[in-house]
């Protein structure tokens, strides 16, 4: 396997419960979404979301579409949704809000391993390819998510 550390930060000019709200409801995110192209509950978790299973089905720029369950594993409304990936990709992902004033802080990090024998071949000479295939793909997210929320978006550096 070939491990990946990516971290996504985007900053919009709306309420910390607005962007939380579209965050935490992954199934709708196919509509304002373009990188994601279905997302299927799996398994109800409690009330607060925790044991959730889903399973996610991504596209890209570059030719390959990858499917993971994820399972939600803590969620600290309206500041923290974490969650623990089993399939193509393996690893967790963190979302992260803060209010800023009028602005919404948001952090993704996402620190998984690809388990598809042609990613884990290819990882040597395709790591850069991976990683801006990712970024574009998240860019799409954040372009989505201010059209959705109807506000300006700001795309930062990662790590």
Same mark, same amino acid.
């Given at each position: ?5 990516? %971290? ?19 199934? #709708?995110?196919?509509? !304002?979404?373009?990188? %994601? ?6 398994? *109800?978790?409690?009330?607060? #979301? %925790?044991?959730?299973?889903? *399973? ?19 969620? #600290? ?5 974490? &969650?623990?990936?089993? &399939?193509?990709?393996? $690893? ?27 990613? /884990? ?5 395709? *790591?850069?390819?991976?990683? !801006? /295939?990712?970024?574009? %793909?998240?860019?799409? $997210? ?18």
């Amino acid at each position: 396997m070939s491990d990946y550390a990516f %971290v996504t930060r985007w900053s919009f000019q709306a309420p910390v419960e607005a962007v939380w709200q579209l965050l935490s409801e992954p199934e #709708d995110w196919p509509r !304002w979404w373009p990188g %994601v192209e279905k997302v299927e509950l799996l398994e *109800r978790g409690s009330d607060g #979301d %925790v044991g959730t299973l889903r *399973r996610f089905t991504w596209k890209s720029r570059l030719p390959y579409r990858l499917a993971f369950d994820m399972r939600t594993t803590l969620v #600290d409304r309206p500041h923290r949704l974490e &969650g623990r990936a089993e &399939g193509e990709l393996q $690893g967790t992902g963190i979302w992260q809000l803060q209010a800023d004033g009028d602005w919404t802080r948001v952090r993704y990090d996402w620190r998984v391993a690809t388990t598809k024998a042609w990613m /884990n071949l290819l990882a040597p000479l395709a *790591r850069p390819f991976f990683a !801006w /295939n990712h970024d574009i %793909v998240m860019g799409w $997210g954040a372009e989505g998510l201010a059209r959705r929320l109807g506000c300006a978006v700001r795309l930062e550096p990662g790590e």
